[in-house]
């Protein structure tokens, strides 16, 4: 049976992960490559559940190591529901956000450490870690001066550009941890730019032909 190929976008919030999925799925449909978009936190039924807990503006109070079990727990049925059925039908999979942002938000910004988000993510870690990362390099600072400021309704976007910088430093030590795995895009140009850029990311690492 051939097995699927696993494509994460991440990257800061207002890195325009929205508009280059956008794109690739057009790509994907024009091209009648045989994908599923899914996203993270959410994905499945239950999951999508979990993210409007996670994500909810009134939830000011949660704990650091809440959110994170939190994103575990969704990512288990995410994996178990969605994920690992589309890649053992041969599918590839287009996930916005995966276990990167666990280790950039919830160990680095979030001071829970890697090997505390690794645990409880083992799961994921064990078995199904994508075949490629495609992380959009742009700082917190120019994402939401394009982004024009953080989203008053989303309770991580609300949590200030310290922390932001802080995510940003964590997705830079994974590119580093995982530089087989994490592409970095440039994104700072024209969109049309960007995605072509992922498109080329996508075909040197044998994902698309």
């Known amino acids: 049976m ?4 696993f494509i994460t976008l991440e990257g800061c919030e207002g890195a325009g992960k929205s508009l280059q999925l956008k794109l690739l799925k057009e790509y994907f449909d024009k091209n009648s490559i045989d994908y599923i978009y899914t996203r993270e936190p959410g994905g499945a039924e239950i999951s999508e559940k979990i993210r409007a807990v996670i994500l909810d503006a009134n939830n000011k109070d949660m704990h650091p190591v809440t959110e994170a079990l939190l994103f575990a727990a969704a990512r288990v049925q995410h994996i178990e529901s969605v994920i690992l059925p589309a890649l053992k039908q041969g599918k590839i999979v287009l996930c916005d956000r995966y276990i990167d942002s666990s280790f950039a938000y ?3 910004a979030g001071g829970l450490g890697y090997d505390y988000i690794a645990k409880i993510n083992d799961r994921a870690i064990t078995t199904c870690m994508p075949d490629i990362t495609l992380f959009l390099n742009i700082s917190p600072a120019d994402a939401f001066k394009r982004k024009g400021g953080a989203d008053a309704n989303d309770r991580i976007e609300q949590n200030g550009l310290v922390f932001h910088e802080k995510v940003y430093a ?3 030590e994974m590119l580093k941890k995982s530089p087989e795995r994490i592409v970095a895009i440039d994104c700072m140009g024209e969109r049309k730019q960007t995605h072509l850029n992922i498109l080329s990311a996508l075909k040197e690492r044998g994902i698309i032909g």
């Open 170 to 172: 964590g997705y830079l």
């Open 106 to 108: 919830q160990a680095y």
């Open 2 to 5: 051939k097995q699927g190929k």
